[in-house]
């Protein structure tokens, strides 16, 4: 199955266009042979916490418009990354994805809030999980900070997930954090992990370096340090072949951790 990972240069603030350049590179990745598209976190608005009153898309209702309509209209199934949303005078982080037949499958608001950049000042947290289905494959996503807690992405493997897809945020002084936590999540979860980030016009501040990595843990691609629409075919059969060779849902004792996991 091909996949169009669209590490997208996000506007601060510059919502109209973040939409206009989201469609071109969806349409540009259909006319590639993708049949899936994923987006990165915050897209519609970038990290701009402090305006989300004047620009969070009310209820998610832009949004889910315009990615319900691509997907229909492009068959493609899209992983809409994440936006920013306004519900009930809140402001949520919130992924929507949509199948190729422009049905949504997939709602979720990013469960842990990265404190350090003060989201928990300004965004409620979710509650939870992601999984979902397109095409019989069985799916669950979740959003960059979400990846430093490994009990929550097991969570979604235990229930069935062969692949993960992470949208991202992720800045340039931790990038190293990031490469090493996807392939770790990739590895310990026997399955595909496909994250992509975003770039920023300040290369220091967000400099993409977009994943897709298998489940043996094999690094199949890397963004580059710009703005970049790549389409990667991978084989999601491989999840069982993996998971035969090293049993290791088989050998889990959960048992024995239920008490401190919880």
């Not at 519609?44 to 998610?60: H, I, M, R, S, V």
């Not at 399955?191 to 770039?199: L, P, Y």
């Not at 094999?218 to 090293?246: K, P, Q």
Request: hydrophobic content about 45%; some cysteine.
């Amino acid at each position: 199955m091909k996949i169009g990972c669209i590490q997208l240069n996000v506007g601060f603030g510059k919502v109209d266009e973040n939409y206009e350049r989201a469609e071109t590179f969806i349409r540009e990745a259909v006319a590639g042979g993708a049949q899936i598209v994923v987006l990165p976190e915050m897209w519609n608005t970038g990290y701009a916490l402090e305006k989300l009153d004047e620009l969070a898309d009310e209820n998610g209702e832009r949004s889910k418009a315009f990615l319900r309509k691509l997907a229909k209209e492009l068959a493609v199934h899209i992983v809409g990354g994440s936006v920013a949303v306004k519900r009930g005078g809140e402001f949520f982080n919130t992924m929507y994805t949509y199948n190729k037949d422009g049905a949504l499958v997939g709602e979720y608001s990013k469960v842990h809030l990265f404190r350090l950049m003060d989201e928990h000042l300004y965004l409620q947290a979710g509650d939870a999980m992601n999984r979902f289905n397109l095409d019989g494959l069985e799916a669950g996503g979740a959003i960059c900070y979400d990846i430093r807690f490994p009990e929550w992405l097991r969570a979604h493997a235990l229930d069935g997930a062969k692949v993960l897809f992470i949208p991202a945020q992720w800045p340039t002084p931790r990038i190293d954090h990031w490469k090493i936590l996807l392939q770790a999540r990739a590895i310990e979860n026997q399955c595909f992990v496909i994250a992509v980030n975003r770039i920023a016009r300040k290369v220091e501040n967000f400099n993409g370096q977009s994943m897709v990595i298998g489940p043996w843990g094999e690094v199949l691609w890397t963004g580059a340090e710009d703005e970049e629409l790549a389409i990667i075919d991978v084989d999601f059969s491989s999840v069982d072949e993996v998971r035969g060779r090293i049993p290791v849902y088989e050998d889990r004792r959960p048992q024995l951790y239920e008490k401190v996991v919880k």
